[in-house]
């Protein structure tokens, strides 16, 4: 049976919660994204004098990253306090708030979109990846980052196992968004940006080990929407199984004082015709 979506409530809900979780999402989670944006970057060729759009900007160290190269960099993201606090972190990038789905700016505006792990928070990717083809100039690059499948990319993967291993149900204020580890599969993902009218399409693979010094369970849910919301949507004695399988499937990481975790990202690139 089909799982039935609603975009419009998964968005409201994605808004509502990164408004919340902008400053634990850039403490618990940036040191990790950060080390995709060299090499997202790199699948859109950004050079200088180049005009950069950098969706789902978050705390804005991609666009950041893009003027750092002489690019002119702007960044959008749905939620006012992601937005502020990148203004307040790279304070001469243009930053502003704005929907993925509904672009505000013209066509032919960038020679480049880039979105670091923006993809699996949209309710319509179809939708999104359209208004990227729009914004883009002919010969326009576009790149986006997302998780590989959980075994292969074990933070955030291992605590979707724990969450399966467990059998928790998803809560019922947890509004059902597109799959989250839909765009893993290369064909899907290629699929997504040739059906949006992209050419030369390739999906790639960056994986490396992230050394993490922490709790992986507290880093998981300060730095998420989604997955704080389905943990703590569950009892107490839910929650507790939830860490005591996240703990056992992440013990062969452990090293004397961090976890050596693999980490591995799809990127797809495209260009627009």
């Given amino acids: ?52 759009l950098d969706v789902g ?12 190269r002489g690019a002119s960099a702007v960044g959008v993201d749905v939620a006012h306090e992601m937005v502020a606090l990148a203004r307040t972190l790279h304070p001469y990038v243009e930053f502003g708030q704005g929907d993925a789905e509904g672009l505000r700016f013209a066509d032919d505006s960038f020679d480049a979109v880039v979105g670091n792990f923006a993809i699996p928070h949209f309710g319509r990717p179809e939708q999104a990846v359209a208004e990227f083809a729009r914004v883009l100039s002919p010969g326009g690059t576009l790149a986006l980052s997302t998780w590989d499948v959980p075994s292969r990319s074990r933070l955030p993967g291992a605590f979707f196992d ?40 390739t999906v790639s693979t960056f994986a490396f080990t992230y050394q993490f010094a922490g709790d992986l ?18 009892p107490a004695a839910t929650q507790a199984r939830i860490r005591a399988v996240l703990d056992r499937l992440t013990a062969e990481y452990a090293a004397e004082d961090r976890f050596d975790l693999p980490i591995s990202v799809k990127i797809g690139c495209a260009r627009t015709s």
């Fill in 217 to 234: 369970f507290d880093c998981l849910v300060e730095g998420t929407v989604r997955v704080r919301s389905l943990v703590f949507g569950q």
């Fill in 162 to 201: 724990a969450v399966q291993e467990v059998g928790a149900p998803i809560p019922p204020d947890l509004p059902t968004g597109p799959p989250f580890f839909r765009f893993a599969d290369e064909a899907e993902f290629t699929r997504l940006l040739g059906d949006a009218g992209f050419g030369d399409v």
């Fill in 1 to 52: 049976m089909s799982v039935q979506i609603d975009p419009d409530a998964f968005n409201a809900f994605e808004a509502a919660g990164w408004e919340e979780r902008a400053s634990t999402y850039h403490r618990a989670f940036v040191p990790l994204t950060r080390q995709v944006i060299e090499p997202l970057l790199d699948g859109a060729a950004v050079g200088p004098g180049m005009r950069v």
């Fill in 57 to 68: 900007s978050g705390p804005g160290y991609v666009a950041a990253a893009a003027a750092a």
